[in-house]
């Protein structure tokens, strides 16, 4: 069976966009692969976070994991950071990436473009742990959304020159970007991505929000004058935004969805898409509930950690043979 990995750096609750372009395929994934998903908490603190809210978020991430059907028999799920081989092996590839590389990197070049203050080392060499986070299990395939396609590009690049100075130690991993839904935009602003980090929370749907609010925010979504619901993500970014949110739940074409709603209005289409929203949302937050308070995620946790753990130190201690820093 091909491995499969991938991480979500919970910096903040979970939104729309992270289970359309992540979770939710993570889920059907586990049925063909060995599949390994982590919570990626050190990636969270290349930012500043409140400890109390990261806590939080962290919790929540996990309970949403299991809440959205992933399955810890199938999945190994844990924590960055309770594998510490992910800090040192992240050290290890922080040292086989070249500077220019990493300034190629538009998640950092648009922070530095926007003037963010306050940018750590942490997140300028992020991308060399991800790479860490992905060469330790040798996973085959990573999926992703659009926005960290470079970085798993990236990782390969980086073990495919490692592979050729030190001889074959990392398997080359491919990312996987969903055709349909790899970047559900702002409700608000459909030019811009639907991220946690948005300033206002209007365009922005988070999976546990109250399901009223929700409703509002699709009822308010931006639109355009055209008054047809058709796939044009140019001339119609809003409309085809939530076109995408549809064909990614419901699994219609866009084609079916624009023969459905002809002749009809933008309040009725957005009626009917806060209602598929709001249906797969009230599913999540009910199993949720369920969770969140109860020992089941510390023992996901410790059975995920206690699996990884035994495969990253058997690399971990190949890799620092390989390269030479063990002296045994
Ligand atoms: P992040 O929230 O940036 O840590 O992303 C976690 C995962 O969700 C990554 O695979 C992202 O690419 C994906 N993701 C985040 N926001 C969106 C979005 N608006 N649309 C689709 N995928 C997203
Ligand atoms: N950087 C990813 C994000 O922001 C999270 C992540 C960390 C990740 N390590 C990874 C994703 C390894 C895939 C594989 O979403």
């Given at each position: 069976m091909?491995?499969m990995?991938?991480?979500?750096?919970?910096?903040?609750?979970?939104?729309?966009?992270?289970y359309?372009?992540?979770?939710?395929?993570?889920?059907?994934?586990?049925?063909?692969?060995e599949?390994?998903?982590?919570?990626?908490?050190?990636?969270?603190?290349?930012?500043?976070?409140?400890?109390?809210?990261?806590?939080?978020?962290?919790?929540d991430?996990?309970?949403?994991?299991?809440?959205?059907?992933?399955?810890?028999?199938?999945?190994?799920?844990?924590?960055?950071?309770?594998?510490?081989?992910?800090?040192?092996?992240?050290?290890?590839?922080?040292?086989?990436?070249?500077?220019?590389?990493?300034?190629?990197?538009?998640?950092?070049?648009?922070?530095?473009?926007?003037?963010?203050?306050?940018?750590t080392g942490?997140?300028?060499?992020?991308?060399?742990?991800?790479?860490?986070?992905?060469?330790?299990?040798?996973?085959?395939?990573?999926?992703?959304?659009?926005?960290?396609?470079?970085?798993?590009?990236?990782?390969?690049?980086?073990?495919?020159?490692?592979?050729?100075?030190?001889g074959?130690?990392?398997?080359?991993?491919?990312?996987?970007?969903?055709?349909?839904?790899?970047?559900?935009?702002s409700?608000?602003?459909?030019?811009?991505?639907?991220?946690?980090?948005?300033?206002?929370?209007?365009?922005?749907?988070?999976?546990?929000?109250?399901?009223?609010?929700?409703?509002k925010?699709?009822?308010?979504?931006?639109?355009?004058?055209?008054?047809?619901?058709?796939y044009?993500?140019?001339?119609?970014?809003?409309?085809?935004?939530?076109?995408?949110?549809?064909?990614?739940?419901?699994?219609?074409?866009?084609d079916?969805?624009?023969?459905?709603?002809?002749?009809?209005?933008?309040?009725?289409?957005?009626?009917?898409?806060?209602d598929?929203?709001?249906?797969?949302?009230a599913?999540?937050?009910?199993?949720?509930?369920?969770?969140?308070?109860?020992?089941?995620?510390?023992?996901?946790?410790?059975?995920?950690?206690?699996?990884?753990?035994?495969?990253?130190?058997?690399?971990?201690?190949?890799?620092?043979?390989?390269?030479?820093?063990?002296?045994?």
């Amino acid at each position: 069976m091909k491995r499969m990995l991938s991480g979500i750096k919970p910096t903040g609750q979970l939104t729309l966009g992270n289970y359309i372009g992540a979770l939710r395929n993570f889920v059907k994934y586990q049925d063909d692969y060995e599949m390994f998903v982590f919570i990626a908490n050190l990636h969270c603190i290349t930012v500043y976070n409140e400890p109390e809210e990261l806590r939080k978020n962290l919790k929540d991430c996990v309970a949403l994991y299991l809440a959205c059907g992933l399955d810890p028999k199938r999945s190994c799920i844990f924590l960055q950071s309770d594998v510490m081989e992910h800090a040192q092996l992240g050290f290890i590839m922080c040292c086989n990436t070249y500077l220019g590389e990493l300034n190629r990197m538009t998640q950092f070049k648009d922070k530095q473009a926007k003037g963010e203050q306050g940018l750590t080392g942490g997140i300028y060499t992020y991308p060399a742990l991800m790479s860490a986070d992905i060469l330790m299990y040798d996973a085959d395939y990573v999926p992703v959304g659009e926005d960290q396609k470079q970085h798993v590009e990236l990782c390969r690049d980086t073990a495919i020159r490692f592979n050729n100075r030190y001889g074959k130690s990392f398997n080359i991993p491919e990312p996987v970007v969903a055709k349909v839904g790899a970047k559900i935009m702002s409700l608000s602003d459909p030019t811009k991505k639907m991220s946690k980090s948005e300033q206002t929370n209007k365009g922005c749907i988070y999976l546990l929000d109250d399901l009223k609010s929700v409703r509002k925010k699709i009822m308010a979504a931006k639109t355009d004058d055209i008054a047809k619901v058709q796939y044009d993500p140019q001339q119609q970014p809003g409309i085809s935004n939530l076109m995408t949110i549809i064909s990614a739940l419901t699994n219609q074409s866009f084609d079916d969805i624009t023969k459905n709603f002809e002749g009809k209005g933008y309040g009725e289409f957005k009626k009917y898409v806060a209602d598929i929203v709001c249906e797969e949302l009230a599913m999540i937050q009910e199993r949720y509930a369920e969770i969140i308070n109860n020992n089941v995620i510390k023992e996901v946790l410790a059975e995920g950690k206690a699996r990884a753990e035994k495969i990253a130190s058997k690399k971990l201690d190949q890799i620092q043979r390989t390269i030479g820093i063990e002296i045994k």
